[in-house]
């Protein structure tokens, strides 16, 4: 099965207010997560990622926090606005050896903004 | 710079048939990740080449294969098509393969 799962397939937000979204991974050992978002008809675009030596790591209106004791992970969006609606994706980026890397996705949240 | 960049952007093929997609990377990558995505089984990973080399492959039949040239582009080919590969299918590039950074996708009909 997945290591990588979304609490909530959506979530709907009014403009302005903040927005959270979960997601749980199950393998311990993982140091690497990223979230992406992806608008309709688009390939993923990269928000922000984190070590799992971080618990916290800020970014442009976007704040990816890391529990590691739970394997939790969350994305903040501060003040959200319509152009941030989309499913949003966090990715565990494992390292499979010899240099390469993996990512196993989540299934994703989609956000709806409400005007 | 210029994102990753695949072509075509959209195919219709019938069963039986294969087909070739084509992937850019962001200039100065060297790795090349494919993944597809589907409504049911979501963004699963196919393969990864760095430096014309697999360095690494996911749970997909062997009708799936891919290649990578030494100017870093790289092409996938599914042979045989079936219903069931109907997908959007991704690249990602990145310098190493640690972050990776999508195109816009090409999406597969198979009639």
């Known amino acids: 099965g997945e290591s990588v799962g979304l609490h909530l397939p959506t979530l709907s937000v009014q403009e302005g207010d903040n927005s959270i979204i979960n997601c749980a991974y199950s393998?311990?050992?993982?140091?690497?997560f990223i979230w992406y978002k992806q608008e309709s008809g688009k390939g993923p675009q990269f928000i922000i990622d984190i070590r799992s030596n971080m618990d916290k790591r800020q970014g442009q209106r976007v704040t990816v926090l890391l529990n590691k004791t739970v394997k939790h992970l969350s994305l903040q969006i501060a003040a959200t606005q319509p152009g941030d609606s989309a499913v949003y994706f966090c990715?565990?980026?494992?390292?499979?050896?010899?240099?390469?890397?993996?990512?196993?996705f989540g299934k994703g949240t989609k956000l709806s903004v409400i005007p | 710079k210029a994102g990753v960049t695949q072509t075509p952007r959209y195919l219709i093929k019938t069963r039986g048939q294969q087909v070739t997609l084509s992937c850019s990377p962001i200039s100065g990558h060297r790795s090349v990740s494919w993944y597809q995505q589907t409504p049911g089984q979501g963004l699963q990973f196919l393969f990864e080449?760095?430096?014309?080399?697999?360095?690494n492959k996911g749970n997909f039949p062997g009708r799936f294969s891919g290649r990578q040239f030494s100017n870093s582009r790289s092409e996938m080919n599914v042979s045989t098509l079936e219903l069931g590969d109907s997908a959007l299918y991704l690249c990602?590039?990145?310098?190493?393969?640690?972050?990776?950074?999508f195109g816009p996708g090409t999406r597969l009909l198979v009639l």
């Open positions: 393998n311990s050992a993982s140091d690497y």
């Open positions: 990715a565990e980026n494992r390292n499979s050896g010899a240099g390469s890397y993996q990512l196993t």
């Open positions: 080449y760095f430096s014309e080399t697999q360095r």
């Open positions: 990602a590039s990145s310098w190493k393969g640690e972050t990776q950074y």
